[in-house]
């Protein structure tokens, strides 16, 4: 929808994520009047809740290692799955990625990543689509942060994700101890305390991990 830029940027603040003070985002100051204001318009069309506008323990995660690693997207396609704000999708295009992709069902979450990369300086092509339709992706790096919060999209997410891992992909996965993460296949790169809100979590703190994602999960016993 062609008002969605005019809607971010009225009801979000430019600022900073815990983790990335390098970073500017188009943010929700606060959790509820953001949710208050979408409200009617989320019953009206179906849309799914603002969680573009808040920056995630998963994605912070996924950028800040990108940004003290920059040589794991240097010169490569990444892709930046179910992007929400686009902050991971940002954080490889400042770690000089060849092309950045960033895919979201969301047309709201579409609109803040275009206003979000322009903020910071960054390349990135949207994709509006579901990705996890079809097998055929071109990236060489693909990055997943808190995708694990639902048993619907966890499943169809890392059944995905690991199918690309299968043929050829490095999949990074950031998750701050979502109840669907997967348990096995995984090896830990790194781990990172996240400052949170209550307002969206249950503590003030996360420790969210930075995982590589296996083709397959290893074998019982």
Same mark, same amino acid.
């Given at each position: 929808?062609?008002?969605?830029?005019?809607?971010?940027?009225?009801?979000?603040?430019?600022?900073?994520?815990?983790?990335?003070?390098?970073?500017?985002?188009?943010?929700?100051?606060?959790?509820?009047?953001?949710?208050?204001?979408?409200?009617?318009?989320?019953?009206?069309?179906?849309?799914?809740?603002?969680?573009?506008?808040?920056?995630?323990?998963?994605?912070?995660?996924?950028?800040?290692?990108?940004?003290?690693?920059?040589?794991?997207?240097? &010169?490569?396609? @990444?892709?930046? +799955? #179910? %992007?929400?704000?686009?902050?991971? =999708?940002?954080? /490889? *295009?400042?770690?000089?990625? $060849?092309?950045?992709?960033?895919?979201?069902?969301?047309?709201?979450?579409?609109?803040?990543?275009?206003?979000?990369?322009?903020?910071? &300086?960054?390349? @990135?092509?949207? +994709? #509006? %689509?579901?990705?996890?339709?079809? =097998?055929?992706? /071109? *990236?060489?790096?693909?990055? $997943?942060?808190?995708?694990?919060?639902?048993?619907?999209?966890?499943?169809?997410?890392?059944?995905?994700?690991?199918?690309?891992?299968?043929?050829?992909?490095?999949?990074?996965? #950031?998750?701050?101890?979502?109840?669907?993460?997967?348990?096995?296949?995984?090896?830990?790169? $790194?781990?990172?305390?996240?400052?949170?809100?209550?307002?969206?979590?249950?503590?003030?703190?996360?420790?969210?991990?930075?995982?590589?994602?296996?083709?397959?999960?290893?074998? #019982?016993?």
């Amino acid at each position: 929808m062609s008002h969605w830029p005019a809607f971010i940027e009225a009801n979000t603040q430019i600022l900073s994520p815990p983790l990335l003070p390098e970073l500017r985002l188009y943010l929700a100051s606060e959790v509820t009047p953001l949710w208050q204001a979408t409200e009617a318009l989320l019953e009206r069309t179906g849309l799914p809740p603002p969680f573009w506008a808040f920056a995630w323990p998963g994605g912070q995660a996924l950028a800040r290692h990108l940004l003290d690693r920059p040589e794991l997207a240097r &010169g490569r396609i @990444v892709l930046d +799955f #179910a %992007a929400g704000s686009g902050i991971a =999708a940002i954080a /490889a *295009a400042r770690a000089g990625a $060849a092309r950045v992709l960033a895919s979201e069902i969301d047309p709201a979450a579409c609109a803040a990543i275009r206003l979000n990369a322009a903020l910071n &300086g960054a390349e @990135v092509e949207i +994709f #509006a %689509a579901d990705l996890t339709q079809s =097998a055929d992706c /071109a *990236a060489e790096l693909i990055l $997943a942060g808190d995708v694990c919060y639902e048993r619907g999209m966890a499943e169809g997410a890392i059944s995905w994700l690991r199918l690309q891992a299968r043929l050829g992909a490095t999949v990074l996965l #950031a998750d701050p101890g979502r109840a669907y993460r997967p348990q096995d296949g995984l090896e830990e790169l $790194a781990h990172y305390r996240v400052p949170t809100s209550r307002d969206l979590e249950d503590s003030e703190e996360r420790r969210a991990v930075v995982w590589r994602l296996e083709a397959a999960a290893a074998p #019982a016993g």
